[in-house]
């Protein structure tokens, strides 16, 4: 009777042991998804924030490149208006002497 009690008890252990082991097993799996998942959800985090800070890189660029746009035609501007102004102060110059020239020799 006791062999019988000990092959029992023997059993139950192994019973025991097994789910134990199935216990552990679905701990681990569970721990293992909630890790993926929370990793999942980090990444999908960096993701959005490395969007939004592209995002405003590209807008903080767009706005410094039109900046500097804006400055180069004002001063690609001021240069021509410079340059048709020394162009016709000294056409007046010529205009002025042909002008009185004219005059003074069409009106004898």
Do not use: F
Not at 17 to 46: F, H, N, P, Y
Not at 51 to 57: A, F
Not at 61 to 84: C, F, H, P, V, Y
Request: glycine residues 6%; without cysteine; hydrophobic residues 30%.
């Amino acid at each position: 009777m006791d062999s019988l009690r000990s092959q029992g008890g023997i059993q139950m252990l192994l019973t025991a042991e097994q789910e134990a082991g199935r216990i552990v097993s679905a701990a681990r799996t569970a721990k293992l998804a909630r890790m993926k998942q929370a990793k999942d959800e980090a990444e999908k985090e960096m993701e959005e924030y490395r969007s939004r800070l592209e995002e405003e890189y590209q807008t903080q660029i767009s706005g410094t490149e039109q900046e500097a746009a804006a400055k180069r035609l004002d001063e690609e501007t001021d240069g021509r208006i410079q340059n048709l102004k020394e162009s016709s102060s000294k056409v007046s110059k010529e205009i002025v002497k042909m002008l009185i020239k004219y005059v003074t020799t069409t009106g004898a």
